[in-house]
């Protein structure tokens, strides 16, 4: 069992940044991945980032060049630096540990609401 603990959202103006932050703990087996989605009022569940263990990060089109997601193994902590925020970035960001071939440990977070004013 993974636990994941978010912290960071919070409300911003078009322009401005934020920094989430994920701790797991519990079960953290190599390889994996942590990483970040966002589900806005509406939307399906996308993308946003994700890190390996490793260091081989990913993102969604929408977000290259503004967010940047980056790792602390030690701490067993992955972050998301989001600049350049944008109204459609608003959504509920949700932390996602997952240990790369199997399948069933896949692990999120409660989510936290990120809102970006115009």
């Known amino acids: 069992q993974v636990h994941l603990v978010e912290s960071g959202g919070g409300l911003v103006q078009a322009g401005g940044s934020l920094r989430l932050a994920c701790a797991a703990s519990?079960?953290?087996?190599?390889?994996?991945?942590m990483g970040w989605y966002r589900q806005a009022p509406g939307n399906q569940r996308e993308l946003v980032a994700t890190?390996?263990?490793?260091?081989?990060?990913n993102y969604a089109d929408s977000v290259k060049g503004r967010f940047t997601a980056f790792r602390d193994n030690a701490r067993n902590t992955v972050y998301l630096q989001m600049n350049s925020l944008k109204p459609e970035d608003t959504a509920v960001y949700y932390c996602?540990?997952?240990?790369?071939?199997?399948?069933?440990?896949?692990?999120w977070g409660q989510g936290t609401q990120v809102t970006v004013s115009s």
């Open positions: 890190v390996t263990d490793g260091g081989t990060t």
């Open positions: 996602n540990f997952r240990v790369i071939l199997k399948s069933s440990m896949n692990y």
């Open positions: 519990g079960s953290i087996f190599s390889p994996n991945v």
